[in-house]
Every structure is written in C-alpha cells, then in structure tokens.
C-alpha cells in the first residue's frame, strides 16, 4: 500500500483574489471625469442648436434654441450621462443615483448619446445626400457625444475581473466593463415615500410608453430603442431597478395599482385615435401572451397552435354581436357575448387538449400546430360551398357593430375630465379591465396549490404523478384556463377590429398576434412572469407596427433578434429567479442567507430522539 | 440497537403477490412476493440489474405488472402513480428527482399535494377555506423539514442543495404526502459514512412515527442495521427473505454477490504466496517514499 509522498501534496493554492481591473483607455481619472462631463454638457449643448438646413428630414431639427425630434432625445440621454457622471463625483444628492455601479451607467449612457446622435447624424446625411447637409449643432453634439464616450471608457471599472478570466482581451474588457455589482440593501423610507417613489417609477415608465407609440417617424422610433436601450440598461446598472423593484415587492398591492393606474392614463395622452388603437392592439396581444403564459409558462406545455383559442373566442362574440352577416343573428348583451366567447373556447380547450395533452414535449407542440391550422382552414370551410354556411368562409364576420355598456357607447367619442377619449380609447379601457382579470387570475393560480402542481409538472413529470398529482388532469386543467383567457381577450377583439376572418388566426402572419408570435412574446419577456409576456407583446406589436419600411425583412430580424436574445439573455427580459439561475450557472450567488438554526433543530437527533 | 422483532399480530401494509413484469421477451421481475407490516423497515437487496427499481416501479403504479397485484392495507392498488401515492405509499428515487427550480419548501408543499383539496376556483376566488388550507400545508411542512434538518434552507431552490440534502429533501417531499408506506430507492448513494448514520437515525425516526419502510440498498453494512427483515432479489426473482443474519450467511446470497468458486479454485498455497508478494511491493513501495 502506497503512501502519500509530501512531494505529492500541492503547493499552490487556487487564486481566491481577482484581478483588478484597468480602464479600456489609461486616463487619470479626473481627467476621464471631466472629459465625460464636458463631453456630455456638449452634446446637451448642441440639441439646442440647429442639426440641419431643410425641413424635408422630419422633427423640425432647423430651428435654434428649441430641440425637437431627435435632438429631444439626445438631450435625455445627456441629462441622463451627466447625472450619473456627476453622482460619480459623490455631490450630495445625487449618491441616490448609483447605488450599485458608478461607473458602468456612465459608460452606458454616454454610448446611448453616441448611439442616438450617430444615427441621426447618419440619418441626416444619408436621406438628405451628403454631410454637408449637416449644420454645426450636430457636429457640436457629435463630437461631445463621441468625447463623453472616450472619458468614458476611462473612467475606473465597477468591478475586479473574474478570478476565472483575470487577464481578458480587448472584447472581454469592453463586456467587462459594461457590468456593476449590485446594490447593497437600501435602508428603510416612511412607506409613503416608497409608495412615492413607485408611483414616479410607474409614471416614468407609463411617460416612455406612451412617447415610444406616440413617435410619428421611424427615424425618431429607431433613435427612441437605441436611447432606451442604453438607457433602461444603465439605469438596471446603477442599481436602481433592483432598488424599485425591491420596493415593488415590498408593496405589491401598491405597486400593481400604480401600474393600472399608470395603464388606465395612457389613453387620456394620446388624441390620435391611431396610436390608442396601437395601444388596444398591444393589450390583447398581451393579454392572450399572458394566457399562453399560463400554458407554457406555468405547466410547461409548449402550445404552438394558441391563437385558436383567440380566434374561437373572436366568432363566437360575432356570432352573437348582432352583426347582419352573423348566421345566427342575435345580440347578446356584453356581459353574456363574454360569457359565451370564454366558455367556447373552454370547450374548444377542452376537447383538443383531451386527447393531445397525453403526449409530451415535441409531439405535443407539433399536434398543437396541426389542431391550430385546422381552426382556421374549418372556419374557411364553413362558408355554405364546402360546408354548412356559419363564418362566411373567407370573407368572415364583418360589420360587428359597436359595444354599448350601460347606455355608454364604446364606438363614439367621449368627454371624460375634459379629455376627449376616443373610440378605440374606449376600447383601450376595455381591454384594459380583461388585461387586469387576467393578470388577477394568473397571480392567483399561479400562487396556489394548483399553481405548485403546475410547475412540478413542468419540472419533473414522473416525479409530479410520483408526488401525487394527477398530471393529465391538471395539464389539462391549465390549458383550458388558458384558452378560456384567450376566449375572454377575443371577444374584445371582434369588436375592436369590426370583422373577424380566418387569416387573422394563423400560426405565423405579419401582424400579431399569432401564434408564433405569441409564443416569441412569452419567451421573449421572460416565461412565468407577469410583466414579461406584456413587455415582450408591447415590443413586438409596436417595433412591426413602427418600422414599416422593412416590412420585408421583418420576419429576419425577428429571427435575428431571437437568436441573440437566446444567446445572451436566454431567461427572457424579465427574469424570474428560477429562469435566471436556471441558464445562468451563478449557482450559489443566489442563495439566500441562512437563517439561524432554531433551538435544537438539528432535525434527526431532534426527531428521532 | 433498534431491531424490533415484529409481532406475529402486526397487520400487512403492503402485499405484493406473484407480481410479474415483463418487458417484451425480457423478464425483468419475476413472480415476487412481499409484504410489509406495520412498523417493519425492510430491506431489499440484490446486484446491479436485480429488478429492484423495476419492482419499485411496479409496486407504485410507474409500470403496469404484466401479472400479479399489489395491496395496500387489503385494498388493492390500481396501476396509477398518483393514487397510489393518494392510497399512502410515498416513494423516492434512486437519481434524485426533485422539482430543481423549486424552492425546498415549495418541493414538500407540493408533496402535500393529495392531502389538500383547495381547487382552482378556490385560488381565483380566495374562497374562505383558502388561506387556512395554505396555512395549514406550509406549516405542516416546515414541520418535516425541521424533522429533516432542512428548515434553515426553506427558501433555497432545490438545486443548490448539497447532495446529502437533496435525499433528505426528497425524504421530506415523500413523507408530505402523510404516507403509510415510504418506499426509499437507494438513500444512502454517493453518501460519506457520516452522513449514512445520519441516514439510518432517520429512517429509524420515520418508523417510530409509524410508518413501513421498505428500502433498496446496496450499502450492506447499512442494511444489516436498519431492517427488520430483507427480500434479495436475484435476476428478478425472491431467492430468499429472513432476518438480516439469515440473509447474510446464505449461500445462494453470496454466489449472487461475488459468484461461486470455479474448479480449481485457488487453494491456500496459492494465498499464501500472493500474500507473501503483496508485502514484498509494500515495503519497497514505503522504502521509496522515505
């Protein structure tokens, strides 16, 4: 038997320090600081000034003394750089800013300027045919934006490199000094103050939105992403998103009314009935992406062929709206259309999931697509040639005449607080109410017994049914309430676009929703989230619905736009704690502390004494 | 130090009898017979490939028998996992399968699963027996990983759990369902010494909470100490069942095990010179070192 030489034992120990890190361009520092500072101040300055000569490139950027367009947003975006560099600089009051990196929003900021400033530039130069049609303020602007950056980059790193990684090259430098550490605990405000405080984060959020839908050029729309883009991003760096979204947990109930009450003042902003529309549209899409949510999210049920269940719901509402070209020519109250739209595709739910669901994975997702295909050829069918005579076929249900609550109709202007609020206003508030219901039942499941089933299902069948859990009828459970929510946003949505034809429900199409887009929204936002699935449908109606004029290759850089999703954000937008680890092996950096043993708990000795 | 001898009176919690489970022309288990008493913990061993998952399987619905049946407390059992976890027999795996992107708790509340009958409409409605019923499962729950020793990791997800933790966990999970009969798939694999005495102090608790066990295990050492009696399984069938001692020393146990002598079997010259060799390498090995 051999014994362990002392030569055999190992000396060096593994690195447990990391490697400091060094800015991408060796400045001192107050001199980057200042650089920055400078940089931004003139970039602000410059949107003050005229960017070019004519008014043939849209957002009156002639005019001296008044940004407008987007001058507009390169002036927020330098505001935005010049806060966090100045918190930078520990002035009292502004410490509140960066809780977590200092210097990383900074960077991200200047970069969003740079971004937003270059592309107009760019813009400019490319539709009006040459630089010369830039006048000095862009320059001015420009080169701030472009000196902001430089500064920069050479202010001090948030954070050490990996103790993995301590020697990276250039590319891992510039990733690496995009990150931040996170915010330390924040101490305890009155409660009113955080409520405030939720509440101007809400309001914020609500002012983007509705300036994001209400852009009327796509150059503005581009310019818009690109600030947000940063922006948003170096606001998550500086911490403070962690810190609302610490306050919004706190507060839920508070938080969930802020976010309603923020909802419901969208439409009072916008007096183009166009852009209330968009804002109606966005809200089924994400109302029924919230519904999928339940179905993929929750009990992992990857259904391709969802937007049926929509469809079921949008003619079985036409089918009783009173329309003259309804074939059974009644009119139901709203209240009983939406009874009748939701329980149809209950049925409908029930009767396709009944024999599907007891396959599993792919082969459900595939007789998901095929079940979904065939709603929509049957209702083309069903037009008194190939069948009996109840959709129209092709030419679907039109006329669907406007909705009346309570004497109050949906399909005229009205005068609310001295606001007009429009049709599709009306509408907006509508479909608002479902968006809520819908949410409400989403909570609720999924905080439940039922909710748990659905999530140890997803995790571990043979476990779950090991558990206890009777899975088929809990699979099925889940995708009848999701198609039931679907039916529920479907009824809205015959009336919201007056006609309901077949070519609305296909699996994938140019406008959503649709299922593949559906389903995008879902994995896009972040699955078994909330708010994930409505971000993800906000953002793939209005990007579609806002750069028309590469309607060509939209399905391109969707897929594009996937696929680096997926490579570098694979959990979704919104994150919920389970996805993030789960793609990301951070492993313990999650762990929560541990509480302190109770008295004598050392569980077997305890027990089994 | 546990062993209790079961009375002749104890009544049958589980009987399995001519149980028969074949996988097109492979016999995988082969006319089994089994029962467990109340207040019994009860071994299972057999070689690699025995038939021992495979007749866990078919004792908890996971596959149907090709023949025989299997009964609990008189009832008999229909081949379907979540009535019999529903009737009381709980089990765990031998590849842990907890729900990993669960939290601990959440992983025994769903445990709790047969136990409470809160529906849907209760959920969306908040009915007035929800919040009690919730209450009632997560305290139950924290009771048992209190009973584990997991109380202080109640938030942690499921899979950042150390090993050993995760079999308690799964433990824990089974024992949710208020089991009769808590079936135990190799719970001590992959553990340090330690930690199988921890194991074996646990399970010894479970029984004295009255609740059978039956358990497969290889670790022979640990099954000796904790059964009351053990089954072998050999190539699919019972080759015998006693007390532990009995099992031990039978023949047919060992030629299963390690195999029977072959003609020409070494003798003890032969030994004695392997022996003689072996130390030879030793010493030159220590001299080496120095």
Same mark, same amino acid.
């Given at each position: 038997?051999?014994?362990?030489?002392?030569?055999?034992?190992?000396?060096?120990?593994?690195?447990?320090?990391?490697?400091?890190?060094?800015?991408?361009?060796?400045?001192?520092?107050?001199?980057?600081?200042?650089?920055?500072?400078?940089?931004?101040?003139?970039?602000?300055?410059?949107?003050?000034?005229?960017?070019?000569?004519?008014?043939?490139?849209?957002?009156?950027?002639?005019?001296?003394?008044?940004?407008?367009?987007?001058?507009?947003?390169?002036?927020?975006?330098?505001?935005?750089?010049?806060?966090?560099?100045?918190?930078?600089?520990?002035?009292?009051?502004?410490?509140?800013?960066?809780?977590?990196?200092?210097?990383?929003?900074?960077?991200?900021?200047?970069?969003?300027?740079?971004?937003?400033?270059?592309?107009?530039?760019?813009?400019?130069?490319?539709?009006?045919?040459?630089?010369?049609?830039?006048?000095?303020?862009?320059?001015?602007?420009?080169?701030?934006?472009?000196?902001?950056?430089?500064?920069?980059?050479?202010?001090?790193?948030?954070?050490?490199?990996?103790?993995?990684?301590?020697?990276?090259?250039?590319?891992?430098?510039?990733?690496?000094?995009?990150?931040?550490?996170?915010?330390?605990?924040?101490?305890?405000?009155?409660?009113?103050?955080?409520? !405030?405080?939720?509440? *101007?984060?809400? &309001? =914020? %959020?609500? /002012?983007?939105? #509705?300036?994001?839908? $209400?852009?009327?050029? @796509?150059?503005?729309?581009?310019?818009?992403?690109?600030?947000?883009?940063?922006?948003?991003?170096?606001?998550?760096?500086?911490?403070?998103?962690?810190?609302?979204?610490?306050?919004?947990?706190?507060?839920?109930?508070?938080?969930?009314?802020?976010?309603?009450?923020?909802?419901?003042?969208?439409?009072?902003?916008?007096?183009?009935?166009?852009?209330?529309?968009?804002?109606?549209?966005?809200?089924?899409?994400?109302?029924?992406?919230?519904?999928?949510?339940?179905?993929?999210?929750?009990?992992?049920?990857?259904? !391709?062929?969802?937007? *049926?269940?929509? &469809? =079921? %719901?949008? /003619?079985?509402? #036409?089918?009783?709206? $009173?329309?003259?070209? @309804?074939?059974?020519?009644?009119?139901?109250?709203?209240?009983?259309?939406?009874?009748?739209?939701?329980?149809?595709?209950?049925?409908?739910?029930?009767?396709?999931?009944?024999?599907?669901?007891?396959?599993?994975?792919?082969?459900?997702?595939?007789?998901?697509?095929?079940?979904?295909?065939?709603?929509?050829?049957?209702?083309?069918?069903?037009?008194?040639?190939?069948?009996?005579?109840?959709?129209?076929?092709?030419?679907?249900?039109?006329?669907?005449?406007?909705?009346?609550?309570?004497?109050?109709?949906?399909? !005229?202007?009205?005068?609310?607080?001295?606001?007009?609020?429009?049709?599709?206003?009306?509408?907006?508030?509508?479909?608002?109410?479902?968006?809520?219901?819908?949410?409400?039942?989403?909570?609720?499941?999924?905080?439940?017994?039922?909710?748990?089933?659905?999530?140890?299902?997803?995790?571990?069948?043979?476990?779950?049914?090991?558990?206890?859990?009777?899975?088929?009828?809990?699979?099925?459970?889940?995708?009848?309430?999701?198609?039931?929510?679907?039916?529920?946003?479907?009824?809205?949505?015959?009336?919201?676009?007056?006609?309901?034809?077949?070519?609305?429900?296909?699996?994938?199409?140019?406008?959503?929703?649709?299922?593949?887009?559906?389903?995008?929204?879902?994995?896009?936002?972040?699955?078994?989230?909330?708010?994930?699935?409505?971000?993800?449908?906000?953002?793939?109606?209005?990007?579609?619905?806002?750069?028309?004029?590469?309607?060509?290759?939209?399905?391109?850089?969707?897929?594009?736009?996937?696929?680096?999703?997926?490579?570098?954000?694979?959990?979704?937008?919104?994150?919920?704690?389970?996805?993030?680890?789960?793609?990301?092996?951070?492993?313990?950096?999650?762990?929560?502390?541990?509480?302190?043993?109770?008295?004598?708990?050392?569980?077997?000795?305890?027990?089994?004494? | 130090?546990?062993?209790?001898?079961?009375?002749?009176?104890?009544?049958?919690?589980?009987?399995?009898?001519?149980?028969?489970?074949?996988?097109?022309?492979?016999?995988?288990?082969?006319?089994?017979?089994?029962?467990?008493?109340?207040?019994?913990?009860?071994?299972?061993?057999?070689?690699?490939?025995?038939?021992?998952?495979?007749?866990?399987?078919?004792?908890?619905?996971?596959?149907?028998?090709?023949?025989?049946?299997?009964?609990?407390?008189?009832?008999?059992?229909?081949?379907?996992?979540?009535?019999?976890?529903?009737?009381?027999?709980?089990?765990?795996?031998?590849?842990?399968?907890?729900?990993?992107?669960?939290?601990?708790?959440?992983?025994?509340?769903?445990?709790?699963?047969?136990?409470?009958?809160?529906?849907?409409?209760?959920?969306?409605?908040?009915?007035?027996?929800?919040?009690?019923?919730?209450?009632?499962?997560?305290?139950?729950?924290?009771?048992?990983?209190?009973?584990?020793?997991?109380?202080?990791?109640?938030?942690?997800?499921?899979?950042?759990?150390?090993?050993?933790?995760?079999?308690?966990?799964?433990?824990?999970?089974?024992?949710?369902?208020?089991?009769?009969?808590?079936?135990?798939?190799?719970?001590?694999?992959?553990?340090?010494?330690?930690?199988?005495?921890?194991?074996?102090?646990?399970?010894?608790?479970?029984?004295?909470?009255?609740?059978?066990?039956?358990?497969?295990?290889?670790?022979?050492?640990?099954?000796?100490?904790?059964?009351?009696?053990?089954?072998?399984?050999?190539?699919?069938?019972?080759?015998?069942?006693?007390?532990?001692?009995?099992?031990?020393?039978?023949?047919?146990?060992?030629?299963?095990?390690?195999?029977?002598?072959?003609?020409?079997?070494?003798?003890?010259?032969?030994?004695?010179?392997?022996?003689?060799?072996?130390?030879?390498?030793?010493?030159?090995?220590?001299?080496?070192?120095?």
């Amino acid at each position: 038997m051999t014994t362990e030489t002392p030569m055999d034992k190992t000396t060096d120990t593994t690195k447990v320090s990391t490697a400091p890190a060094t800015p991408i361009i060796p400045l001192p520092h107050t001199a980057a600081r200042a650089l920055t500072v400078a940089g931004s101040a003139l970039a602000l300055a410059g949107t003050f000034l005229a960017w070019t000569w004519t008014d043939e490139f849209p957002g009156k950027l002639t005019i001296t003394g008044y940004p407008g367009g987007l001058q507009v947003l390169t002036l927020v975006g330098s505001v935005l750089t010049l806060l966090f560099a100045l918190s930078g600089y520990g002035i009292r009051g502004l410490g509140w800013l960066t809780p977590g990196g200092k210097n990383s929003p900074v960077l991200l900021a200047a970069l969003g300027v740079f971004g937003t400033t270059g592309y107009a530039m760019g813009a400019i130069s490319y539709e009006l045919g040459g630089l010369v049609n830039l006048e000095p303020g862009a320059w001015v602007s420009g080169i701030g934006a472009l000196v902001a950056v430089i500064g920069a980059l050479g202010l001090p790193v948030d954070q050490p490199y990996d103790a993995a990684d301590p020697t990276p090259n250039l590319w891992g430098r510039i990733r690496h000094s995009l990150t931040a550490p996170e915010p330390g605990r924040a101490k305890d405000l009155p409660s009113w103050a955080e409520i !405030l405080i939720i509440a *101007a984060g809400f &309001g =914020v %959020g609500l /002012y983007v939105f #509705a300036y994001g839908i $209400g852009t009327e050029y @796509s150059e503005l729309f581009i310019g818009f992403l690109i600030i947000t883009g940063f922006g948003f991003t170096a606001v998550t760096r500086a911490g403070l998103l962690k810190r609302l979204s610490a306050l919004t947990a706190k507060h839920r109930n508070v938080a969930m009314a802020a976010a309603f009450v923020a909802a419901i003042c969208f439409p009072f902003t916008q007096t183009n009935d166009q852009f209330a529309l968009i804002g109606a549209n966005i809200l089924i899409f994400a109302t029924v992406a919230l519904g999928l949510n339940v179905v993929v999210g929750l009990a992992g049920l990857l259904d !391709l062929g969802y937007v *049926a269940f929509l &469809g =079921v %719901g949008a /003619y079985a509402a #036409a089918l009783v709206s $009173g329309s003259p070209q @309804s074939s059974i020519g009644v009119e139901f109250p709203f209240w009983a259309a939406v009874l009748t739209g939701a329980a149809a595709s209950l049925i409908f739910g029930v009767v396709i999931g009944a024999p599907t669901l007891r396959l599993r994975g792919d082969y459900l997702a595939i007789v998901t697509l095929g079940f979904g295909e065939i709603f929509r050829i049957t209702m083309n069918n069903l037009n008194g040639n190939s069948g009996p005579d109840v959709t129209n076929g092709s030419n679907g249900i039109p006329n669907i005449p406007d909705l009346e609550i309570f004497g109050f109709n949906l399909g !005229l202007p009205h005068n609310v607080l001295g606001t007009e609020l429009t049709r599709s206003g009306n509408y907006y508030l509508l479909m608002l109410l479902c968006t809520a219901i819908v949410v409400l039942v989403f909570r609720r499941s999924a905080e439940s017994r039922i909710g748990r089933a659905w999530v140890a299902i997803r995790e571990d069948e043979t476990a779950a049914t090991a558990m206890g859990i009777n899975g088929f009828r809990l699979k099925l459970l889940a995708f009848a309430l999701g198609a039931a929510l679907a039916g529920l946003a479907g009824t809205v949505q015959a009336h919201v676009s007056y006609s309901v034809t077949p070519e609305q429900y296909q699996f994938a199409g140019s406008v959503p929703p649709n299922s593949a887009f559906l389903l995008a929204a879902v994995i896009l936002g972040g699955m078994g989230t909330i708010s994930g699935p409505l971000i993800g449908a906000a953002l793939l109606y209005l990007i579609p619905a806002k750069l028309q004029f590469m309607a060509e290759y939209q399905l391109l850089l969707f897929g594009v736009a996937l696929m680096l999703l997926m490579r570098f954000r694979p959990e979704g937008l919104v994150a919920d704690r389970r996805k993030q680890l789960e793609f990301h092996e951070t492993g313990q950096l999650d762990v929560p502390e541990d509480k302190p043993l109770p008295e004598g708990a050392t569980g077997v000795a305890k027990a089994g004494a | 130090m546990t062993t209790t001898t079961t009375a002749p009176t104890a009544t049958t919690v589980l009987d399995a009898s001519g149980v028969t489970m074949r996988f097109g022309g492979l016999t995988a288990v082969r006319d089994v017979n089994l029962t467990v008493n109340t207040g019994e913990i009860v071994g299972l061993i057999g070689p690699n490939g025995a038939g021992k998952t495979t007749f866990f399987n078919c004792l908890t619905g996971l596959y149907v028998p090709t023949e025989g049946k299997v009964a609990y407390k008189g009832t008999v059992l229909p081949p379907k996992p979540h009535l019999v976890t529903q009737a009381g027999i709980a089990r765990t795996f031998q590849n842990i399968r907890l729900f990993a992107n669960m939290t601990v708790l959440e992983n025994v509340l769903v445990g709790r699963h047969t136990r409470t009958k809160e529906g849907l409409w209760s959920a969306l409605l908040r009915l007035p027996g929800f919040k009690k019923a919730e209450e009632e499962s997560r305290a139950r729950a924290m009771e048992l990983l209190e009973f584990t020793g997991l109380a202080a990791k109640a938030d942690h997800l499921a899979r950042n759990l150390p090993y050993g933790e995760q079999r308690k966990l799964e433990i824990a999970r089974a024992l949710a369902s208020e089991p009769g009969l808590l079936l135990l798939d190799e719970p001590t694999a992959g553990m340090n010494p330690q930690e199988t005495r921890a194991a074996e102090e646990l399970i010894f608790a479970i029984r004295d909470q009255g609740i059978a066990v039956l358990v497969i295990e290889h670790d022979i050492r640990f099954i000796m100490n904790l059964c009351d009696r053990v089954a072998v399984l050999v190539q699919g069938e019972k080759i015998v069942e006693g007390p532990a001692e009995v099992v031990q020393a039978d023949e047919r146990v060992i030629a299963a095990y390690l195999g029977t002598p072959f003609e020409g079997e070494p003798g003890t010259a032969e030994a004695a010179e392997v022996e003689a060799a072996e130390a030879d390498a030793q010493s030159t090995t220590e001299g080496d070192d120095k």
